[in-house]
Antibody
Framework: EEQVVESGGGLGKPGGSMRLSCAAS????????MNWVRQAPGKGLEWVSS????????YYGDSVRGRFTISRDNAKNSVFLQMNSLTAEDTAVYYC????????????????WGRGTLVTVSS | IQMTQSPSSVSAAVGDRVTITCQAS??????LAWYQQKPGKAPNLLIY???SLQSGVPSRFSGSGSGTDFTLTISSLQREDFATYYC?????????FGGGTRVEFK
C-alpha cells in the first residue's frame, strides 16, 4: 500500500524551531517530487514547499521563505521540513503530499497525502 | 495567482446537481486541480488538468474550463459527497488554492 506518514508535530514556542518528517512506503520514493501543504484550524489549504526528486530544486511559499527549509533523503524514503523562527501563524496541520508526476518534474497536483501532523505555536 | 471559489457554501440534497466555480486572477490554461476534503481527513485529488478524472474517482464528478474560469460539477450528489471542495492552480509556483466550497445537506 502506498502511503506517507508525517511526524514531528507538537507544541513549539514563538521564535523556536521544529522539524517535521514524512516517511514514504509502498512506492518508488525517488521517482516523485514531494510537497508540504498546511491547514490552519478551521481554514483552507496553503501550499508550503516543494522539492524535486533529487532535491536539486526547492520552492517555498511567501509566508515561509527564509524560515523553512525542505529536504529529502531518498535512501531513507523521507522528506523533511525544518521550521525556524516560528510564529503563531504557523499553527496548522501540516500534510506531506506526493506530486502526481512520476519520473518527471512537477505536475504540481498531489495524488497521495498523509494524515497530517499538528503544529501548535504558543508561549 | 489568486484563486477565487464560489459559492463559499451550498446546501443540496441527495440526487441534486451541484456546480462549483473557480476563477483564476490570470490565465492558467487548463492547469487546475480539484480536491475533496472531509472533516478531519486529508484532501483527496478528484480532477487534474481541469477535466481529467483521477483514477478511482466516481464518474459523477467532472471538471471543465480553461483560461481563468473553471467548474466542478457533481451530477447526482451522493451522501458521501458532503464535504469541502478546493481548487488549486498548477500553473506555476507559488501554488495557490481557492478558499473552499462547503457542500452541506439541505
Amino acid at each position: 500500500e502506498e502511503q506517507v506518514v508525517e511526524s514531528g508535530g507538537g507544541l513549539g514556542k514563538p521564535g523556536g524551531s521544529m522539524r517535521l518528517s514524512c516517511a514514504a512506503s509502498g512506492f518508488i520514493f525517488s521517482a516523485y517530487s514531494m510537497n508540504w501543504v498546511r491547514q490552519a484550524p478551521g481554514k483552507g489549504l496553503e501550499w508550503v514547499s516543494s522539492i524535486t526528486t533529487a532535491g536539486s530544486y526547492k520552492y517555498y511559499g511567501d509566508s515561509v521563505r527564509g524560515r523553512f527549509t525542505i529536504s529529502r533523503d531518498n535512501a531513507k524514503n523521507s522528506v523533511f521540513l525544518q521550521m525556524n523562527s516560528l510564529t503563531a501563524e504557523d499553527t496548522a496541520v501540516y500534510y506531506c503530499a506526493r506530486d502526481r508526476g512520476r519520473y518527471t518534474a512537477f505536475v504540481m497536483d498531489f495524488d497521495l497525502w498523509g494524515r497530517g501532523t499538528l503544529v501548535t505555536v504558543s508561549s | 495567482i489568486q484563486m477565487t471559489q464560489s459559492p463559499s457554501s451550498v446546501s443540496a440534497a441527495v440526487g441534486d446537481r451541484v456546480t462549483i466555480t473557480c476563477q483564476a486572477s490570470q490565465s492558467i490554461s487548463t492547469w487546475l486541480a480539484w480536491y475533496q476534503q472531509k472533516p478531519g481527513k486529508a484532501p483527496n485529488l478528484l480532477i487534474y488538468a481541469a477535466s481529467s478524472l483521477q483514477s478511482g474517482v466516481p464518474s459523477r464528478f467532472s471538471g471543465s474550463g480553461s483560461g481563468t474560469d473553471f467548474t466542478l460539477t457533481i451530477s447526482s450528489l451522493q451522501r458521501e459527497d458532503f464535504a469541502t471542495y478546493y481548487c488549486q492552480q498548477t500553473d506555476s509556483f507559488p501554488l495557490t488554492f481557492g478558499g473552499g466550497t462547503r457542500v452541506e445537506f439541505k
